[in-house]
């Protein structure tokens, strides 16, 4: 089932649950694909665009449920982490961080990087290999560490 299938399901099962927070937070991912699709002017947009606007709008949340958090507002937080919570439902599961390493190093192998200087090699096919399966902060992360030694 598509993405966009999936949503319009979702969002149908949720107005009949009469469950307004998880309807709200599905339809703020619909109207971000609408978005997309408007922007490119076709039919329907691709799994791997579809990941990466997923991937934006649950960093999005966690950014501003951060800052509601150092700015005492715990209720507009709550809401934030919610509202990623449910958007995480629809990305494909995450590796876990010692996963990533393992990729990384081959990558690095491959590519035969060596220093820091190499980064750029390293994160390109990195990011295109572990798109949507890890965050590129983590990849990021990982890439110093292991270049750095």
């Known amino acids: ?13 949720a107005m009949l649950a009469h469950d307004a927070k998880r309807l ?6 619909k109207a971000a694909l609408l978005l997309e ?29 951060e800052i509601y958090s150092q700015a005492n507002r715990a209720d507009l937080a709550e809401k934030e982490i919610f509202d990623a919570a449910i958007i995480e439902t629809y990305l494909p599961q995450q ?4 996963e990533v390493t393992a990729v990384i190093k081959k990558i690095v192998d491959e ?3 060596s220093s820091v200087k190499d980064m750029g090699k390293v ?10 399966k890890a965050d ?3 990849i990021s992360v990982i890439v110093k560490s292991l270049l750095n030694c």
């Open 24 to 29: 709200e937070a599905i339809r703020a991912i």
């Open 123 to 132: 994160m390109g096919a990195a990011s295109k290999e572990l798109a949507g």
């Open 95 to 98: 590796m876990s961080e010692a």
């Open 37 to 65: 699709k408007a922007k490119e002017g076709t039919a329907g947009t691709s799994e791997e665009v579809e990941l990466k606007i997923l991937q934006k709008l649950v960093k999005q949340r966690r950014e501003s449920a």
């Open 136 to 138: 590129n902060k983590m």
């Open 111 to 113: 590519t035969g990087a």
């Open 1 to 13: 089932m598509s993405l966009e299938l999936k949503i319009n399901d979702d969002i149908r099962k």
